[in-house]
């Protein structure tokens, strides 16, 4: 019985040790960006699975309020087509406004403006300036809605769809709350739900000022 607890309290204090090296990492990773000319704004959330240009991190600027979400790649150097270009490679600014979430998995390439108060839809590459209060999907990225109405729309969906509080994902709290979890199971079979809070099993961490 000692033994087990013993074993149990160790694997959580390695979990703990390997979840403040992850910490560690990704703020020294930020840091050196920022010391090397990466602008960032205020309550900005850049994903530990992000990666941005480590060559020219001087180049990109990020506004507040921003999301940059996991494998997005904020891209200042194109060396494409350096072999047929006698080995030269073209390099320019990214630009990204306030209020701006980049989905999942896209692409932004050099000599790109964001405007404020866009989505990035997941999987998308941006290769154009995209106007502030759009949203844009696709590849190369494609407007499809303005940012504020796509907002109003999905507020006016959360008052009729159901509404669940957030619970601990790190401490396996959705699989002690059998009910819940069937409850969402079956409200999803013919729309979203929404909660109220943040859950992840990953860290989210804001860059330090």
């Not at 033994?3 to 309290?9: A, E, K, N, V």
């Not at 921003?66 to 630009?95: C, E, Q, W, Y």
């Amino acid at each position: 019985m000692k033994g087990m607890l013993m074993f149990r309290l160790l694997g959580k204090f390695l979990g703990w040790i390997s979840a403040k090296s992850l910490e560690v990492n990704y703020h020294s990773k930020i840091d050196d960006l920022k010391k090397r000319g990466l602008k960032v704004g205020k309550n900005v959330i850049i994903s530990p699975a992000a990666r941005i240009d480590d060559n020219y991190p001087y180049l990109i600027s990020i506004g507040k309020n921003s999301v940059i979400g996991p494998n997005v790649r904020l891209l200042a150097h194109d060396s494409t087509f350096s072999p047929l270009l006698n080995g030269k490679m073209r390099v320019g600014r990214i630009s990204i406004g306030d209020n701006v979430i980049i989905g999942m998995n896209s692409l932004v390439m050099p000599n790109v403006v964001i405007g404020s108060n866009v989505l990035v839809a997941s999987g998308s590459l941006v290769n154009k300036d995209i106007a502030p209060n759009s949203c844009v999907a696709g590849v190369p990225a494609r407007f499809y809605a303005k940012f504020d109405d796509y907002i109003k729309g999905i507020k006016e969906e959360i008052k009729v769809r159901p509404l669940f509080e957030a619970v601990d994902l790190k401490k396996n709290e959705d699989e002690k709350d059998k009910d819940r979890k069937k409850k969402m199971i079956k409200a999803t079979e013919d729309g979203f739900v929404y909660i109220n809070g943040m859950e992840t099993k990953y860290p989210i961490w804001l860059p330090r000022d």
